[in-house]
């Protein structure tokens, strides 16, 4: 069983910044193919970014492309995202998911049902 635990959301201004972190328990987290989710009151679940197990590849949505930066260290078991020029639309509750089939590259990602394991989020306040 893999736990992931978010960290780092908060109440930020628009155009300010944060840095998302989650940390997911075992001792296979490098193979681990990794994805950001939001949801936002009264809309569905929606893809962020996602990343490979060797951080080859990343993807993002084109709502967050060129203001979020999703990145891991395998070393400590934790992925990031890094969110700049943060927008009132970008609030949500942020979770992680972590599909642990090895050497994962589908181009499903996208998808929140290609995921195994989910954290239980963090909430992203952003004030206009």
């Known amino acids: 069983q893999v736990q992931l635990v978010e960290s780092g959301g908060g109440l930020v201004q628009a155009g300010g910044s944060l840095r998302l972190s989650c940390v997911a328990s075992g001792r296979t987290f490098s193979t681990y193919f990794m994805g950001w989710f939001r949801q936002a009151p009264g809309k569905e679940r929606e893809f962020v970014s996602a990343?490979?197990?060797?951080?080859?590849?990343?993807d993002y949505a084109d709502s967050v492309k060129g203001r979020f930066t999703i990145s891991r260290d395998n070393a400590k078991n934790t992925v990031y995202l890094q969110m700049n020029s943060l927008k009132p639309e970008d609030t949500a509750v942020y979770s992680c998911?972590?599909?642990?089939?090895?050497?994962?590259?589908?181009?499903?990602?996208?998808?929140?049902?290609?995921?195994?394991?989910w954290g239980q989020g963090t909430q992203v306040t952003v004030s206009s």
């Open positions: 998911a972590a599909n642990a089939r090895p050497l994962y590259a589908s181009g499903r990602y996208y998808r929140a049902d290609e995921y195994d394991y």
């Open positions: 990343i490979t197990w060797n951080s080859g590849r990343t």
